[in-house]
Each structure stands twice: as C-alpha cells, then as structure tokens.
Nanobody
Framework: QVEFVESGGELVQPGGSLRLSCVVS????????MGWYRQTPGQRRELIAR???????YYSEDVKGRFTITRDNSRETVFLQMNNLKPTDTATYYC?????????????WGPGTQVTVSS
C-alpha cells in the first residue's frame, strides 16, 4: 500500500525559504514521476511541480523560478525547495505520484504539511 509522508512546513516571512520533504513507501519509487501539490481551503488541490525518473522537471507558472523539485531515489524521498516565498504560497502541501498525462496516480494522500507565509 502506497504511503506519502510530508514534512518541513512552517510559518515563514515573505521572501523566506523552506525545504519540504516527502518520504514515499509501498511503490517502486525510482520509476515513478513524482509531484508536489498544494491546496487552500475551498480550492482544488493543484499540481505545482513534477519530476520524472530522469530528473526532467515541470513547474506551474505560479512557482516557476522560485521552487525546485528534486528526488533522492536511495531514500525514496522527493523534495521541494521553496525560495522567495509569497503570502499566496500559503497552503497545505502534498506529494503524490503523477501519471505521464499529469493526472494523479493514487487516490490516497498523506497528511500534508502546512506552509504559512506571513509577516
């Protein structure tokens, strides 16, 4: 059974940085496309970054140039480095496997990690 465990979120001031981690278990991690999503109350969960097994990446326009997704196959972990954070980045962040067509691979989600950007 697949499991995602996100961590690293906290309260940070605008312009600050955070690094999120997501430990994945129950799948053959290294062959999967992996993604970071975020969700705010009342809104749909949106994909903001994806990394392929060969480390090719995709970013939504909202985060391009500020966020960097990486992966460590030996630790079955995907990371999200977030720089120059804005109040609009405030959300709960989740990871999941992502299909080649950008749809989400699994219905189950981890607990997420809360990022709050505020002065």
């Amino acid at each position: 059974q697949v499991e995602f465990v996100e961590s690293g979120g906290e309260l940070v001031q605008p312009g600050g940085s955070l690094r999120l981690s997501c430990v994945v278990s129950g799948i053959y991690f290294r062959v999967y496309y992996m993604g970071w999503y975020r969700q705010t109350p009342g809104q749909r969960r949106e994909l903001i970054a994806r990394i392929e097994p060969n480390n090719l990446t995709y970013y939504s326009e909202d985060v391009k140039g500020r966020f960097t997704i990486t992966r460590d196959n030996s630790r079955e972990t995907v990371f999200l480095q977030m720089n120059n954070l804005k109040p609009t980045d405030t959300a709960t962040y989740y990871c999941n496997a992502v299909n080649i067509d950008f749809s989400t691979a699994y219905r189950s989600w981890g607990p997420g990690t809360q990022v709050t950007v505020s002065s």
